[in-house]
């Protein structure tokens, strides 16, 4: 996260803050879904992250998939906005809180090149419905509108 957000973060303490997620559901070309294991819980989500002052969302999107997988990507398509204030709270580790509006891209994968940040325990591809029952709440209502057939809402 950058750094305004950790001054922000100091000065007011846990409680709960708004932040804008990009996220970015990863194809490859057999149409499995790339996941990461996230050290900070353990659990599986797609790449994504807070954006930076003074970058894009399609950006952020780009930079979250290679730091945290170590992927180059590119955008497809965009998914969704995801605003569910209940859904998009998060209380880290630590007690920090945080509300997101997540914006939400869909991609495939280019090429791998290695250097990951040490966000991730470990990179998966996963074929829709294979996906780990230890998936990060935040991502079951995004992976289930990236795999399903029937009409995207464009705002969750």
């Known amino acids: 996260m950058s750094e305004i957000y950790w001054k922000v973060r100091n000065a007011l303490g846990p409680q709960t803050l708004l932040t804008v997620g990009v996220g970015i559901i990863v194809r490859d070309e057999q149409g ?3 996941l990461q294991r996230r050290a900070d819980n353990g659990q599986w989500a797609q790449p994504g992250g807070a954006m930076d002052v003074g970058e894009s969302a ?6 979250e998939a ?3 997988t ?3 990507v590119e955008i497809t398509g965009f ?8 859904k998009m709270h998060m209380t880290y580790p630590d007690g920090n809180q945080v509300q997101i509006v997540a914006l939400q891209f869909e991609g495939r994968a280019l090429e791998y090149v290695g250097g990951e940040d040490g966000e991730a325990l470990e990179v998966g591809w996963f074929f ?4 780990s029952e230890n998936l990060h709440e935040l991502d079951r209502p995004i992976l289930t509108d990236a795999i399903s057939d029937l009409p995207r809402p464009f705002v969750r």
């Open 32 to 34: 499995r879904i790339l």
């Open 79 to 86: 998914l969704g906005i995801y605003t569910d204030p209940i």
């Open 70 to 72: 170590g992927w180059r």
């Open 66 to 68: 290679l730091e945290e």
């Open 58 to 63: 399609q950006e952020c999107a780009v930079r």
């Open 128 to 131: 829709p419905g294979e996906f």
